[in-house]
């Protein structure tokens, strides 16, 4: 990304981002065989972001918002007591992301960054057909939060 800095202190631009993800997930469940899946792995692949950061830089600190659009690319797996595993692959789902940070100078060029997400999504997967013949059932991805700290080298 690139941040633009107005005369007053206000800083602003556009990001790009593009993530290999390694995040994954199950649920096992304590239904009796039949009465829906015995556990669920979900595995996200990789994510594409785009969003707008602004805000003010008061000193050594820089104090923002930003808001973008995410797509990330995942599979599920269904695996039930009484047969083998269903794997539904090739979903995307996208949403509004919002985000909070901060950054602080520390010597030179480098900055330290520590930053609170959040990603609603709106995906849901249909799960009909599974071999316990349950019709109309549905996976859905609605949200996804983060914290990060990192360190940043500004060009």
């Given amino acids: 990304g690139y941040l633009f800095q107005a005369a007053n202190g206000y800083v602003f ?6 993530a290999k993800r390694d995040i994954g997930g199950n649920y096992t469940t304590s239904e009796p065989p039949g009465r829906g899946p015995d556990s669920w792995d979900f595995s996200a692949d990789h994510m594409i972001s785009a969003r707008v950061r602004g805000g003010v830089l008061s000193g050594d600190y820089f104090i923002y918002g930003a808001l973008g659009y995410t797509q990330m690319d995942y599979s599920l797996t269904l695996t039930e007591s009484f047969s083998s595993s269903v794997t539904r692959s ?10 909070a940070g901060f950054e602080k100078a520390t010597q030179g060029r480098m900055r330290i960054r520590g930053e609170v997400g959040y990603t609603v999504f709106n995906d849901s997967v249909d799960l009909s057909g599974r071999p316990d013949g349950d019709a109309g059932d549905r996976f859905t991805l609605d949200h996804m939060g983060s914290v990060s700290l990192g360190v940043v080298w500004g060009f």
Wanted: proline fraction near 6%.
């Fill in 90 to 99: 090739g979903h995307s789902a996208e949403g509004v992301s919002f985000a």
């Fill in 13 to 18: 631009g556009p990001e790009l981002g593009l």
